[in-house]
């Protein structure tokens, strides 16, 4: 099946892959054995390690996105959002391990709890000019090491920082 999207842990040993066959797969890249398999109701279009390999974010194109608990395979929490399609276009979690920030093309930047998977917090990018609609796509999200800033990366040709003030 075709191969959406792919995600590297940091020492090169674990992959993370995500492709058209509803599923996405945690592989030992030495072995070249999966050691944990996600299923989807839908092609898997996102996914996203966690640098201290304590867990996977995957999302399909439909309705899922989930964080997963590495060591034992098990879903944490399913993100909660009311859209009836959302798409994820980047994904990122915080030093820490207990917030997720997506970004997405409708120039949506989302703040996530990882235990509950709600809604924190969100932004919007700035669009491109004399854009119709006003729409830019979310390219890439990461954490300030202060944990209290956030900077993104759009198509708009603008990186922006952001505050994060959720209680």
Not at 6 to 12: E, H, R, T
Request: hydrophobic letters at 35%.
């Amino acid at each position: 099946e075709k191969i959406n999207a792919v995600d590297l842990s940091p020492n090169g040993f674990y992959a993370l892959t995500g492709s058209n066959d509803y599923v996405a797969y945690l592989w030992d890249t030495r072995t070249a054995q999966v050691i944990h398999r996600f299923n989807h109701p839908s092609r898997v279009t996102q996914v996203q390690l966690d640098p201290q390999g304590r867990f996977a974010f995957t999302a399909d194109s439909q309705q899922q996105a989930r964080v997963w608990d590495l060591q034992s395979g098990e879903m944490i929490s399913n993100l909660q959002f009311t859209s009836r399609q959302q798409i994820f276009s980047a994904a990122r979690f915080n030093t820490a391990g207990t917030l997720l920030l997506t970004g997405s093309p409708t120039r949506k930047i989302a703040l996530w709890d990882i235990k509950t998977g709600k809604e924190l917090q969100s932004w919007h990018v700035t669009p491109r000019k004399e854009s119709r609609p006003q729409s830019a796509v979310v390219y890439d999200v990461a954490f300030h090491p202060d944990d209290k800033t956030i900077v993104s990366e759009s198509s708009s040709g603008l990186a922006e920082t952001w505050q994060i003030e959720y209680k």
